[in-house]
Structures are given as C-alpha cells and as structure tokens.
C-alpha cells in the first residue's frame, strides 16, 4: 500500500537516514553486542547528521520538524534490525519531556547538547518494586534549602551507562501519592550517583541497559521540570508518543521479518522444491503479509492524528499493544519458518526475536494496555 504520510522532503530524509544506518551502524553492531553498549563516536555522528532530535524548535539548535523525521530514523534503524543505539528514547522521549517542560534556562542549556549527541540522554521510572505502577514509586528527592536530596533506586533503564541527563521520576511529597511524583534532571556526573552493573539482558544487546543508584544525591531546585507535584501528570501527557514510537518500529519490524522470511524460503531447499513453494508456508506468509497491511495501516493513522494533535492515550494504547502482540506471532512464524537457522544468532531473525519479546513490556505491558483500554470502554 502507498503510504501518504510523507513529504519529498520528508523521503530525501530517508535516504539519508538508511545511508547513515547502513554506513555507521550496521557494519559495527555485531561488535557493540558484544560490547553491550553503543560507542559515543555514532552518538555525535547522529548528531552531526542531523538525526537527533529533529523536533526541537531551531532557536534551541534543532530543525524544527515534525514528528515524522523521528519516525523515519526508527523505522530504518528497524528495518536494518540494528537495536542498540537507543536514539527514539533520546530524541522522541526525553527530549520532549525537557521542550515541554523546561525553563528556559534548562532549554537553552541541555537541548543543543542532545542535538548534536553531545550529551546522552534516558529516564529513569522504572524501580525494583514498581514496573509500571509509577504511583507507587519510592526515590524521593526531599527539599533541604535551595536543593533536593535524592535518595533511591532505578532498574531497567536505557542509556543508562552512557547517560550525561536522566530525567528522574521521584517523589517530592511522599505523603502525596501520585500527587507527590516530580520530574528532576540529574547529571550523570553528580557525587552521590552512580551505575550499577550493565543489565545481561535475552536482547538488546548492544543497548546499555543499567540499575541506577541515588545515594543522598543533591540537585538545586533550579533542576526541576515543570512543576512540584506534577511529575505523573507530565509523565501521562507524554505516554502517548512513547507509545507510538514503539508501534512505529513495531509495524516496520513485522514488515521486516516478513522480507527476511520471504528472501530465506525461496532459497532453502527441503524434500527437492524450495521450502516456499510448500502450501503451509505460503498460506503462513499470506497471513503475515496481512498482518503487515492492516498494522501499517492502522499506525500510519495513529501517526497522523498525532501530528494534528490527536492522539488520545487509549488509542495510543491500542496501537502499543496490538502491533507488539501481532509482531510477537509473526516473530515466532518466521523462526519457524527458517527452521534451526532461525534459532541462529548469526540470522537476523533471531536477533529480532530476542529483541522484541521485551516491546509486549517496555511503555506498559499488555496487561496495563487492556486495563486502559477496558476502562475506557466500560466508562459511564
């Protein structure tokens, strides 16, 4: 199906975007698994390039695009199964988090950093005891004069050894219950801050994945986004995107599989035909390819409310968990399909499979997804 989303400018974009992926990321991903992070050489490259943060307005050193150049980037980096450098979190999560809610002073001085891939950038919610249950939090940042002392733990989080800001979800009030969450910016270089162990994780590999510790950590006040009190609310009106951006990826990944899938049983031979030509595998490949449309169809209208500012939290739900749960399936098909190989780390099938059982629990799981939507279904 022809998509009509995008401008010619908007596809000048992609094939500089696919260039780059090609150029500086394919060839040395296989060394930055084993790595277990990205170097921050391709981080400034990015930027250099252009492929950072392409939303933040031109007076804070971005371009001022919409969100489909941040999309195009990740629909590449997805089509070329290149899953370590965690650039949507940086420049499609938390760069928004500061542009919507930061002084201008902490506009001025973070946004051109992140830009350019000077500086690298996460958000830290996630806790030992709290998944996606962010009322219940339990790092605080208490005041104590003109500054807050943070103490507490995070777990899970992406960038986490390379980060220079993490935006930090704490409770100010912890007294407060949700109404007690705020949204602090930590430097990585902070005395009291420090990373625990790089997380050994089934995929991902090459994206740094780290435990973060707050050991009477002290900001100034100046470092705090938005208002006291209003960090869930920020974090709710922010969702939405997040969520997108895994849908995003995910309808490219299942489109992707499918090429992979395709290529592969055509080429493979079993009992003296290819394994393509079998009724199973084609009427299993005429599934996928449906699923493909249908996904890339609902997506592309998810994309275009949000570019009108449309996008509600449960249709972002919706799309978060059906494109995960469908790319899941279709994942499972095509290691099939590719038989032994398919559980090879050295085909990209594998590698996408790894990675992408983590989508159905990254942004909420499933399980929250349903609750959202039921509850908005069955609402007076």
């Known amino acids: 199906m022809q998509r009509e989303l995008f401008s010619e400018e908007h596809e000048l974009f992609r094939a500089s975007a696919r260039r780059f992926v090609e150029e500086r990321i394919v060839p040395f991903h296989a060394q930055w698994e084993k790595d277990g992070q990205v170097s921050r050489d391709v981080w400034r490259e990015a930027g250099e390039g252009g492929f950072l943060c392409c939303s933040v307005p031109e007076e804070y050193g971005g ?12 629909e590449e980096l997805a089509r070329a199964g290149t899953s370590g450098p965690s650039f949507h979190l940086h420049s499609e999560i938390v760069a928004p988090y ?40 339990r790092t605080t940042a208490l005041a104590d004069g003109d500054d807050y002392v943070m103490n507490g733990q995070k777990v899970f989080i992406s960038n986490g050894q390379l980060a220079d800001l993490i935006v930090v979800a704490c409770k100010t ?7 007690g969450v705020s949204l602090v910016l930590v430097e990585g270089d902070r005395e009291g801050f420090s990373r625990g162990r790089n997380l050994e994780k089934a995929g991902y590999k090459a994206q740094d994945t780290s435990e973060l510790f707050f050991n009477d950590v002290r900001v ?26 895994i849908a995003v990826r995910s309808a490219t990944s299942i489109e ?8 592969y049983t055509k080429e493979r031979k079993a009992f003296g035909q290819s394994i393509a030509e079998f009724q199973n595998t084609r009427f299993k490949l005429a599934e996928i390819k449906s699923k493909a449309v249908m996904m890339r169809a609902f997506v592309d209208r998810c994309i275009a409310a949000h ?23 279709v994942l499972d098909d095509c ?28 942004g909420g799981t499933t399980e929250i997804m349903k609750e959202i939507i039921s509850r908005d279904l069955l609402a007076d």
């Open 173 to 179: 009030d912890p007294s407060a219950g949700g109404k």
């Open 307 to 329: 570019l009108k500012g449309e996008l509600d939290s449960v249709t972002a739900a919706m799309a978060k968990m059906q494109s995960t749960e469908v790319l899941w399936q």
């Open 220 to 245: 100034p006040k100046s470092n705090l986004l938005g208002e006291e009190g209003r960090g869930f609310k920020q974090l709710m009106q922010q969702l939405p995107q997040e969520r997108l951006v």
């Open 63 to 74: 371009v001022g695009g919409d969100f489909l150049f941040g999309a195009i980037f990740l």
């Open 98 to 137: 500061i542009t919507a809610y930061g002084t201008e002073e902490q506009k001025k001085h973070w946004l051109p950093k992140l830009v350019k891939g000077e500086a690298i950038a996460a958000v830290a919610m996630s806790e030992p005891g709290a998944g996606s249950d962010l009322q219940n939090i």
């Open 335 to 362: 290691v099939q399909l590719h038989g032994g190989y398919g559980y090879m780390w050295e085909y990209p099938i594998c590698r996408a499979w790894a990675d992408n059982r983590m989508a159905r629990i990254a």
């Open 256 to 263: 992707t599989a499918l090429d992979w899938t395709v290529e």
